[in-house]
Protein backbone atom coordinates (compact mmCIF):
# COMPACT_ATOMS: atom_id res chain seq x y z
CA UNK A 1 0.00 0.00 0.00
CA UNK A 2 1.68 3.21 -0.94
CA UNK A 3 1.97 5.36 2.03
CA UNK A 4 0.11 9.16 1.85
CA UNK A 5 1.45 11.83 0.53
CA UNK A 6 2.08 14.66 2.59
CA UNK A 7 0.31 17.28 2.84
CA UNK A 8 1.92 21.37 1.67
CA UNK A 9 0.45 24.79 2.24
CA UNK A 10 2.10 27.37 -0.25
CA UNK A 11 1.08 30.25 1.71
CA UNK A 12 1.09 33.77 -0.17
CA UNK A 13 1.38 36.90 1.47
CA UNK A 14 -0.37 39.36 -0.62
CA UNK A 15 -0.54 43.00 -0.07
CA UNK A 16 -1.20 45.87 -3.20
CA UNK A 17 -0.03 42.85 -5.30
CA UNK A 18 -2.86 42.98 -8.00
CA UNK A 19 -0.22 43.24 -10.87
CA UNK A 20 2.30 40.41 -9.82
CA UNK A 21 -0.26 37.99 -7.93
CA UNK A 22 -2.00 36.24 -11.11
CA UNK A 23 1.87 35.55 -12.61
CA UNK A 24 2.79 34.06 -8.89
CA UNK A 25 -0.09 31.60 -8.87
CA UNK A 26 0.37 30.26 -12.26
CA UNK A 27 4.29 29.90 -11.61
CA UNK A 28 4.04 27.35 -8.96
CA UNK A 29 5.02 23.57 -10.59
CA UNK A 30 2.15 21.70 -11.32
CA UNK A 31 5.06 19.12 -10.65
CA UNK A 32 4.40 19.30 -6.80
CA UNK A 33 1.33 17.30 -7.14
CA UNK A 34 3.31 14.52 -7.66
CA UNK A 35 4.71 14.18 -3.80
CA UNK A 36 2.39 16.32 -2.42
CA UNK A 37 -1.25 16.92 -1.71
CA UNK A 38 -1.19 20.56 -2.08
CA UNK A 39 -3.66 23.55 -1.38
CA UNK A 40 -2.91 27.36 -2.03
CA UNK A 41 -3.58 29.86 0.66
CA UNK A 42 -3.70 33.21 -0.78
CA UNK A 43 -4.32 35.78 2.58
CA UNK A 44 -4.80 39.66 1.00
CA UNK A 45 -3.82 41.98 4.27
CA UNK A 46 -6.73 44.36 3.25
CA UNK A 47 -5.06 46.23 -0.01
CA UNK A 48 -6.08 49.20 -1.43
CA UNK A 49 -5.78 47.33 -5.10
CA UNK A 50 -7.90 44.19 -6.75
CA UNK A 51 -5.69 41.74 -4.95
CA UNK A 52 -8.27 39.77 -3.61
CA UNK A 53 -10.23 39.83 -7.28
CA UNK A 54 -7.55 39.08 -8.80
CA UNK A 55 -6.92 36.09 -6.93
CA UNK A 56 -10.50 34.43 -7.16
CA UNK A 57 -10.51 35.25 -11.11
CA UNK A 58 -6.84 32.53 -10.72
CA UNK A 59 -9.29 30.14 -8.78
CA UNK A 60 -12.26 30.60 -10.93
CA UNK A 61 -10.31 30.06 -14.07
CA UNK A 62 -8.75 26.86 -12.95
CA UNK A 63 -5.50 27.85 -14.16
CA UNK A 64 -3.43 26.04 -11.33
CA UNK A 65 -4.26 21.93 -10.76
CA UNK A 66 -4.60 22.74 -6.66
CA UNK A 67 -7.32 24.41 -4.87
CA UNK A 68 -7.32 27.83 -4.42
CA UNK A 69 -8.56 29.52 -0.68
CA UNK A 70 -8.72 33.04 -0.82
CA UNK A 71 -9.14 35.08 2.17
CA UNK A 72 -9.05 39.08 3.03
CA UNK A 73 -8.34 40.53 6.39
CA UNK A 74 -10.83 43.06 6.89
CA UNK A 75 -7.67 45.00 9.04
CA UNK A 76 -4.72 45.34 8.14
CA UNK A 77 -2.76 42.94 10.27
CA UNK A 78 1.10 43.54 8.98
CA UNK A 79 3.51 41.15 7.43
CA UNK A 80 4.18 39.43 10.38
CA UNK A 81 0.05 39.02 11.71
CA UNK A 82 -0.46 38.06 8.11
CA UNK A 83 2.36 35.04 8.53
CA UNK A 84 0.49 34.41 11.88
CA UNK A 85 -2.58 33.31 10.43
CA UNK A 86 -1.31 31.64 7.70
CA UNK A 87 0.76 29.05 10.00
CA UNK A 88 -2.13 28.84 12.50
CA UNK A 89 -4.56 28.00 8.99
CA UNK A 90 -1.52 25.41 8.40
CA UNK A 91 -1.29 23.90 11.97
CA UNK A 92 -5.44 23.64 12.14
CA UNK A 93 -5.87 22.02 9.27
CA UNK A 94 -3.13 19.32 9.79
CA UNK A 95 -0.68 19.93 7.30
CA UNK A 96 2.97 19.10 6.67
CA UNK A 97 4.43 21.57 5.69
CA UNK A 98 3.60 25.23 4.63
CA UNK A 99 5.59 27.31 2.19
CA UNK A 100 5.77 30.89 2.46
CA UNK A 101 5.71 32.73 -0.92
CA UNK A 102 5.64 36.36 -1.61
CA UNK A 103 3.01 37.63 -3.27
CA UNK A 104 4.81 40.59 -5.28
CA UNK A 105 7.11 38.03 -7.18
CA UNK A 106 10.13 38.96 -5.33
CA UNK A 107 10.64 35.04 -5.12
CA UNK A 108 10.56 32.72 -7.85
CA UNK A 109 8.03 29.86 -7.12
CA UNK A 110 9.49 27.78 -9.47
CA UNK A 111 11.83 26.91 -6.63
CA UNK A 112 9.44 25.28 -4.46
CA UNK A 113 10.37 21.48 -5.06
CA UNK A 114 14.34 22.51 -4.65
CA UNK A 115 13.38 23.49 -1.11
CA UNK A 116 10.73 21.45 -0.48
CA UNK A 117 13.34 17.93 -0.63
CA UNK A 118 15.14 18.41 2.34
CA UNK A 119 12.46 19.34 4.68
CA UNK A 120 10.74 15.92 2.81
CA UNK A 121 13.59 13.96 3.21
CA UNK A 122 13.66 15.32 7.14
CA UNK A 123 16.75 17.17 6.98
CA UNK A 124 15.65 20.23 8.53
CA UNK A 125 12.69 21.92 10.77
CA UNK A 126 12.91 24.97 7.99
CA UNK A 127 14.31 25.30 4.65
CA UNK A 128 15.11 28.75 3.58
CA UNK A 129 16.17 30.42 -0.22
CA UNK A 130 18.95 32.54 0.15
CA UNK A 131 20.17 34.94 -2.18
CA UNK A 132 23.66 35.82 -0.60
CA UNK A 133 25.00 31.87 -1.45
CA UNK A 134 25.60 32.60 -4.93
CA UNK A 135 28.54 34.91 -5.03
CA UNK A 136 27.15 38.32 -6.49
CA UNK A 137 23.71 36.93 -7.04
CA UNK A 138 22.13 39.18 -5.14
CA UNK A 139 23.42 42.38 -6.72
CA UNK A 140 23.33 40.96 -10.34
CA UNK A 141 19.72 40.45 -9.46
CA UNK A 142 18.78 44.00 -9.10
CA UNK A 143 19.01 44.01 -5.45
CA UNK A 144 19.98 47.47 -4.66
CA UNK A 145 23.34 48.46 -3.21
CA UNK A 146 22.19 49.45 -0.21
CA UNK A 147 19.78 46.97 0.69
CA UNK A 148 22.94 44.53 0.38
CA UNK A 149 24.96 46.00 2.25
CA UNK A 150 22.35 46.21 5.40
CA UNK A 151 21.34 42.68 4.73
CA UNK A 152 25.46 41.72 5.10
CA UNK A 153 25.57 43.89 8.09
CA UNK A 154 22.83 43.04 9.86
CA UNK A 155 23.17 38.88 9.40
CA UNK A 156 27.10 39.22 10.49
CA UNK A 157 25.39 40.59 13.73
CA UNK A 158 23.18 38.20 13.62
CA UNK A 159 25.26 35.46 13.99
CA UNK A 160 27.85 37.00 16.06
CA UNK A 161 25.34 37.22 18.43
CA UNK A 162 23.19 34.34 18.00
CA UNK A 163 26.59 32.17 17.78
CA UNK A 164 24.70 30.87 14.08
CA UNK A 165 26.41 30.66 10.60
CA UNK A 166 23.26 31.62 8.38
CA UNK A 167 24.28 33.44 5.21
CA UNK A 168 21.48 35.49 5.07
CA UNK A 169 18.92 36.58 7.60
CA UNK A 170 16.76 38.76 5.85
CA UNK A 171 15.24 36.15 3.31
CA UNK A 172 11.12 36.00 3.07
CA UNK A 173 11.21 32.50 0.98
CA UNK A 174 10.86 29.87 3.78
CA UNK A 175 9.14 26.16 3.95
CA UNK A 176 8.16 25.16 7.31
CA UNK A 177 7.69 22.09 9.20
CA UNK A 178 4.03 22.57 10.89
CA UNK A 179 5.05 20.52 13.77
CA UNK A 180 8.11 22.84 14.27
CA UNK A 181 6.04 25.75 14.50
CA UNK A 182 3.73 24.43 16.73
CA UNK A 183 7.08 24.03 19.39
CA UNK A 184 7.30 27.70 19.07
CA UNK A 185 5.28 30.80 20.34
CA UNK A 186 5.09 32.71 16.76
CA UNK A 187 1.80 34.14 17.99
CA UNK A 188 3.73 36.26 20.41
CA UNK A 189 6.22 37.82 17.60
CA UNK A 190 5.66 41.20 16.12
CA UNK A 191 3.15 42.12 13.05
CA UNK A 192 5.91 44.07 11.71
CA UNK A 193 8.27 43.39 9.03
CA UNK A 194 11.04 41.87 11.76
CA UNK A 195 8.45 38.69 12.25
CA UNK A 196 11.43 36.87 9.97
CA UNK A 197 13.73 38.02 12.38
CA UNK A 198 12.07 36.83 15.60
CA UNK A 199 10.63 33.35 13.88
CA UNK A 200 14.54 32.74 13.25
CA UNK A 201 15.60 33.43 16.59
CA UNK A 202 12.89 30.93 17.77
CA UNK A 203 13.74 28.40 15.86
CA UNK A 204 17.69 28.80 17.03
CA UNK A 205 16.61 28.85 20.72
CA UNK A 206 14.65 25.98 20.14
CA UNK A 207 17.25 23.87 18.38
CA UNK A 208 15.50 23.18 14.94
CA UNK A 209 17.37 23.15 12.61
CA UNK A 210 17.44 25.17 9.73
CA UNK A 211 19.00 24.51 6.06
CA UNK A 212 19.51 27.07 3.66
CA UNK A 213 19.49 26.77 -0.14
CA UNK A 214 20.28 29.10 -3.00
CA UNK A 215 17.47 31.52 -4.91
CA UNK A 216 18.01 33.79 -7.76
CA UNK A 217 17.61 36.94 -6.92
CA UNK A 218 14.57 39.14 -8.64
CA UNK A 219 14.04 43.03 -8.31
CA UNK A 220 11.15 43.98 -10.04
CA UNK A 221 9.19 47.70 -10.00
CA UNK A 222 7.29 46.36 -6.67
CA UNK A 223 6.53 48.95 -4.09
CA UNK A 224 8.78 48.39 -0.32
CA UNK A 225 6.70 48.80 2.24
CA UNK A 226 10.06 48.38 4.60
CA UNK A 227 10.96 51.11 6.74
CA UNK A 228 14.83 50.37 6.31
CA UNK A 229 16.62 51.80 9.43
CA UNK A 230 13.08 50.77 11.73
CA UNK A 231 13.45 47.23 10.52
CA UNK A 232 17.40 47.46 11.14
CA UNK A 233 16.68 48.74 14.77
CA UNK A 234 14.23 46.18 15.26
CA UNK A 235 15.77 43.55 14.33
CA UNK A 236 18.91 44.35 16.02
CA UNK A 237 16.80 45.02 19.30
CA UNK A 238 15.32 41.69 19.01
CA UNK A 239 18.49 39.83 18.92
CA UNK A 240 20.49 41.45 21.37
CA UNK A 241 17.41 40.80 24.00
CA UNK A 242 17.63 37.02 22.53
CA UNK A 243 21.31 36.65 23.69
CA UNK A 244 20.41 38.98 27.06
CA UNK A 245 17.98 36.20 28.07
CA UNK A 246 20.38 33.52 27.45
CA UNK A 247 22.35 35.75 30.33
CA UNK A 248 19.30 35.56 32.37
CA UNK A 249 19.81 39.54 32.05
CA UNK A 250 16.32 39.98 30.24
CA UNK A 251 13.14 37.56 29.66
CA UNK A 252 10.47 37.78 26.81
CA UNK A 253 8.11 35.12 26.89
CA UNK A 254 8.54 34.38 22.84
CA UNK A 255 12.24 33.53 23.48
CA UNK A 256 11.38 31.04 26.29
CA UNK A 257 11.01 28.09 23.82
CA UNK A 258 14.52 26.25 25.02
CA UNK A 259 13.78 22.46 25.11
CA UNK A 260 13.59 20.94 28.88
CA UNK A 261 17.10 19.26 29.24
CA UNK A 262 16.64 15.85 30.25
CA UNK A 263 16.95 16.21 34.03
CA UNK A 264 15.98 19.03 35.17
CA UNK A 265 18.13 21.02 37.80
CA UNK A 266 16.82 24.60 38.76
CA UNK A 267 19.29 25.18 40.99
CA UNK A 268 23.04 25.74 39.86
CA UNK A 269 26.06 25.11 42.17
CA UNK A 270 28.33 27.95 41.86
CA UNK A 271 31.58 26.60 42.46
CA UNK A 272 35.22 27.01 41.15
CA UNK A 273 34.82 31.15 40.97
CA UNK A 274 34.22 33.62 43.19
CA UNK A 275 30.47 33.37 44.28
CA UNK A 276 27.83 32.84 47.05
CA UNK A 277 28.71 29.38 47.20
CA UNK A 278 32.25 29.25 47.26
CA UNK A 279 32.04 32.13 50.61
CA UNK A 280 29.79 30.23 52.20
CA UNK A 281 32.21 26.88 51.83
CA UNK A 282 34.81 28.95 52.74
CA UNK A 283 32.69 30.12 56.43
CA UNK A 284 31.75 26.13 57.31
CA UNK A 285 34.62 24.93 59.16
CA UNK A 286 35.47 21.51 59.09
CA UNK A 287 33.26 18.70 61.41
CA UNK A 288 30.71 21.60 61.81
CA UNK A 289 27.06 20.43 62.38
CA UNK A 290 24.78 22.37 59.56
CA UNK A 291 20.99 22.51 58.74
CA UNK A 292 20.83 23.50 55.35
CA UNK A 293 16.70 25.15 55.18
CA UNK A 294 15.64 25.15 51.15
CA UNK A 295 19.03 22.72 50.25
CA UNK A 296 16.95 22.31 46.97
CA UNK A 297 18.71 19.30 45.90
CA UNK A 298 20.75 19.12 48.31
CA UNK A 299 23.85 19.41 46.15
CA UNK A 300 25.63 22.32 48.43
CA UNK A 301 24.97 20.07 51.83
CA UNK A 302 26.53 17.15 49.95
CA UNK A 303 29.98 19.76 49.11
CA UNK A 304 30.06 20.24 52.87
CA UNK A 305 30.21 17.36 53.45
CA UNK A 306 32.63 15.57 50.93
CA UNK A 307 34.82 18.75 51.28
CA UNK A 308 34.40 19.65 54.91
CA UNK A 309 32.91 16.94 56.26
CA UNK A 310 30.19 18.15 57.96
CA UNK A 311 27.56 16.58 59.34
CA UNK A 312 24.11 17.60 57.15
CA UNK A 313 20.39 18.11 58.15
CA UNK A 314 18.48 19.51 54.85
CA UNK A 315 15.76 20.84 54.70
CA UNK A 316 13.42 21.46 51.52
CA UNK A 317 9.90 20.58 50.23
CA UNK A 318 11.08 18.25 47.51
CA UNK A 319 13.59 15.27 48.65
CA UNK A 320 17.47 15.25 47.82
CA UNK A 321 18.05 14.87 43.69
CA UNK A 322 18.83 10.90 42.84
CA UNK A 323 22.85 10.31 44.41
CA UNK A 324 22.63 13.10 46.72
CA UNK A 325 23.47 12.00 50.23
CA UNK A 326 22.83 13.92 53.06
CA UNK A 327 22.86 12.89 57.22
CA UNK A 328 19.28 13.72 57.24
CA UNK A 329 16.57 14.92 55.28
CA UNK A 330 13.69 16.38 56.80
CA UNK A 331 10.51 17.34 54.53
CA UNK A 332 8.73 20.78 55.08
CA UNK A 333 7.52 23.86 53.09
CA UNK A 334 9.41 26.65 54.52
CA UNK A 335 6.45 29.26 53.84
CA UNK A 336 4.79 27.30 57.30
CA UNK A 337 7.75 28.58 59.10
CA UNK A 338 11.06 27.21 60.31
CA UNK A 339 11.21 22.92 60.88
CA UNK A 340 11.01 21.65 64.27
CA UNK A 341 14.64 20.87 64.97
CA UNK A 342 17.48 20.69 67.61
CA UNK A 343 19.15 24.07 66.64
CA UNK A 344 20.73 24.30 69.63
CA UNK A 345 23.25 21.27 68.09
CA UNK A 346 23.88 23.07 64.81
CA UNK A 347 27.08 25.15 64.46
CA UNK A 348 25.77 26.72 60.90
CA UNK A 349 22.69 27.55 59.82
CA UNK A 350 22.00 27.99 55.84
CA UNK A 351 19.43 30.31 53.70
CA UNK A 352 21.19 30.32 50.46
CA UNK A 353 19.07 31.61 47.90
CA UNK A 354 16.07 31.26 49.78
CA UNK A 355 14.89 34.46 51.96
CA UNK A 356 13.80 35.50 48.11
CA UNK A 357 11.30 32.16 47.66
CA UNK A 358 9.59 33.48 50.84
CA UNK A 359 5.98 34.42 50.92
CA UNK A 360 6.61 36.56 54.08
CA UNK A 361 10.57 36.55 55.45
CA UNK A 362 10.12 38.77 57.94
CA UNK A 363 7.65 36.32 60.07
CA UNK A 364 10.62 33.93 59.06
CA UNK A 365 13.25 34.62 60.11
CA UNK A 366 11.49 36.56 63.73
CA UNK A 367 10.32 32.81 64.15
CA UNK A 368 13.55 31.25 63.61
CA UNK A 369 15.70 33.78 65.85
CA UNK A 370 14.89 32.55 69.13
CA UNK A 371 15.21 29.00 68.11
CA UNK A 372 18.93 29.78 67.21
CA UNK A 373 21.91 29.35 70.48
CA UNK A 374 24.07 32.82 70.45
CA UNK A 375 26.83 30.59 69.00
CA UNK A 376 24.95 29.60 65.95
CA UNK A 377 25.94 31.16 62.96
CA UNK A 378 23.65 31.79 60.25
CA UNK A 379 24.80 32.52 56.58
CA UNK A 380 22.35 34.02 54.36
CA UNK A 381 22.58 34.98 50.41
CA UNK A 382 20.17 36.71 48.19
CA UNK A 383 20.45 38.39 44.46
CA UNK A 384 20.77 42.04 44.78
CA UNK A 385 17.66 43.61 42.96
CA UNK A 386 19.53 47.05 43.03
CA UNK A 387 22.19 45.79 40.82
CA UNK A 388 23.68 48.02 38.45
CA UNK A 389 21.71 45.83 35.58
CA UNK A 390 18.67 45.89 37.33
CA UNK A 391 19.34 49.50 37.65
CA UNK A 392 20.14 49.98 33.78
CA UNK A 393 17.19 47.83 32.86
CA UNK A 394 14.63 50.31 35.14
CA UNK A 395 15.97 52.92 33.13
CA UNK A 396 14.58 51.98 29.58
CA UNK A 397 11.47 50.92 31.35
CA UNK A 398 12.24 46.91 31.72
CA UNK A 399 11.60 45.05 34.73
CA UNK A 400 11.00 41.43 33.71
CA UNK A 401 11.43 38.00 35.71
CA UNK A 402 12.87 35.53 33.82
CA UNK A 403 13.64 31.73 34.55
CA UNK A 404 16.89 32.46 36.13
CA UNK A 405 18.57 35.61 38.03
CA UNK A 406 17.87 38.15 39.95
CA UNK A 407 14.74 38.40 38.35
CA UNK A 408 13.96 34.61 38.14
CA UNK A 409 9.97 33.89 38.08
CA UNK A 410 9.79 31.95 41.25
CA UNK A 411 11.38 35.08 43.63
CA UNK A 412 8.43 36.14 46.02
CA UNK A 413 10.37 39.18 47.74
CA UNK A 414 13.44 41.70 46.35
CA UNK A 415 16.23 43.24 48.96
CA UNK A 416 18.60 45.71 48.77
CA UNK A 417 21.68 46.00 51.05
CA UNK A 418 20.05 48.37 53.41
CA UNK A 419 16.17 46.28 53.26
CA UNK A 420 18.14 42.78 54.49
CA UNK A 421 20.00 44.08 56.92
CA UNK A 422 16.91 45.88 58.36
CA UNK A 423 14.61 42.67 58.11
CA UNK A 424 17.33 41.35 60.21
CA UNK A 425 18.21 43.45 62.74
CA UNK A 426 14.71 44.31 63.25
CA UNK A 427 13.62 40.10 64.09
CA UNK A 428 16.88 40.51 66.27
CA UNK A 429 20.07 39.79 64.67
CA UNK A 430 23.49 40.72 64.61
CA UNK A 431 25.26 41.18 61.73
CA UNK A 432 29.01 39.85 61.56
CA UNK A 433 29.80 39.98 58.31
CA UNK A 434 28.32 41.53 54.94
CA UNK A 435 30.16 40.80 51.65
CA UNK A 436 29.22 41.68 47.77
CA UNK A 437 29.11 39.06 45.02
CA UNK A 438 30.02 39.24 41.51
CA UNK A 439 27.58 37.95 38.93
CA UNK A 440 28.05 34.08 37.58
CA UNK A 441 29.74 35.40 34.75
CA UNK A 442 31.42 31.82 34.53
CA UNK A 443 27.68 30.38 34.28
CA UNK A 444 27.05 32.64 31.50
CA UNK A 445 29.77 32.56 29.33
CA UNK A 446 31.79 29.81 30.33
CA UNK A 447 35.26 28.97 31.99
CA UNK A 448 37.49 31.15 29.95
CA UNK A 449 39.06 34.25 29.74
CA UNK A 450 36.28 36.78 29.06
CA UNK A 451 34.69 35.27 31.99
CA UNK A 452 37.58 35.42 34.35
CA UNK A 453 38.23 39.18 33.18
CA UNK A 454 34.20 39.87 33.72
CA UNK A 455 35.03 38.49 37.43
CA UNK A 456 38.11 40.18 38.27
CA UNK A 457 36.09 43.90 37.13
CA UNK A 458 32.92 42.76 39.03
CA UNK A 459 35.03 42.53 42.25
CA UNK A 460 37.04 45.53 41.92
CA UNK A 461 34.12 47.48 41.25
CA UNK A 462 32.33 45.80 44.22
CA UNK A 463 35.04 47.55 46.04
CA UNK A 464 34.07 50.85 45.11
CA UNK A 465 30.27 50.12 45.85
CA UNK A 466 28.85 47.01 46.74
CA UNK A 467 24.96 48.37 46.04
CA UNK A 468 25.64 49.10 42.60
CA UNK A 469 28.08 46.33 41.62
CA UNK A 470 26.93 43.21 43.90
CA UNK A 471 25.15 40.72 42.05
CA UNK A 472 23.99 39.02 45.15
CA UNK A 473 24.31 39.82 48.88
CA UNK A 474 26.57 37.42 51.48
CA UNK A 475 25.54 37.79 55.07
CA UNK A 476 26.98 36.31 58.22
CA UNK A 477 24.53 36.72 61.59
CA UNK A 478 24.07 35.47 65.00
CA UNK A 479 20.57 35.95 66.76
CA UNK A 480 20.49 38.39 69.68
CA UNK A 481 19.37 36.07 72.59
CA UNK A 482 15.78 36.27 73.16
CA UNK A 483 13.85 38.08 75.50
CA UNK A 484 12.74 35.11 77.10
CA UNK A 485 16.55 34.11 77.24
CA UNK A 486 17.80 37.27 78.34
CA UNK A 487 15.12 37.25 81.37
CA UNK A 488 16.24 33.94 82.39
CA UNK A 489 19.61 34.96 82.27
CA UNK A 490 19.04 38.05 84.28
CA UNK A 491 17.35 35.65 86.81
CA UNK A 492 20.21 33.51 86.97
CA UNK A 493 22.95 36.65 87.34
CA UNK A 494 20.58 38.25 89.75
CA UNK A 495 20.68 34.95 92.24
CA UNK A 496 24.06 33.95 91.82
CA UNK A 497 24.87 37.99 92.89
CA UNK A 498 22.23 36.93 95.76
CA UNK A 499 24.11 33.69 96.68
CA UNK A 500 27.34 35.72 96.99
CA UNK A 501 26.19 38.55 98.96
CA UNK A 502 24.61 36.06 101.89
Known sequence: ??????????????????????????????????????????????????????????????????????????????????????????????????????????????????????????????????????RGGALKGGMPLYKFVGNKILTWFENRTLRTSLSEFHSGYRVYRVDALRRIPFHLNTRDFHFDTEIIIQFVIARIPILELPIPTYYGDEISHVNGLAYAWHVTIATAKARLQE??????????????????????????????????????????????????????????????????????????????????????????????LDYDDADVVLLLDVIEHLRSPERFVEELAPKLSPRTRLIVTTGNVAFGITRLMLLFGEFNYGKRGILDLTHCRLFTFKSLRALFEQAGYQIARVRGVPAPFPLATGDNALSSFLLGLNKALIHVTKGLFSYQMYYELRAYPSLSRLLVSARESAHRRTMATD
Open 1 to 134: MQAPRPRLLIFIVAYNAEKTIRSVLTRIPAALGADYEVEVLIIDDSSRDGTFEQGHEVKSEQLIPFPIHVLHNPVNQGYGGNQKIGYQCAIENGFDFVALVHGDGQYAPECLPELLAPMKNGEAGAVFGSRMMT
Open 247 to 340: LSLFYDRKFDCAPMPAVHTHYALKLGFTSSHTMALEAVRPGERVIDLGCAGGWFGAQLRSVRGCHVTGVDVDPPADGVALDRFVKHDLDQGPPE
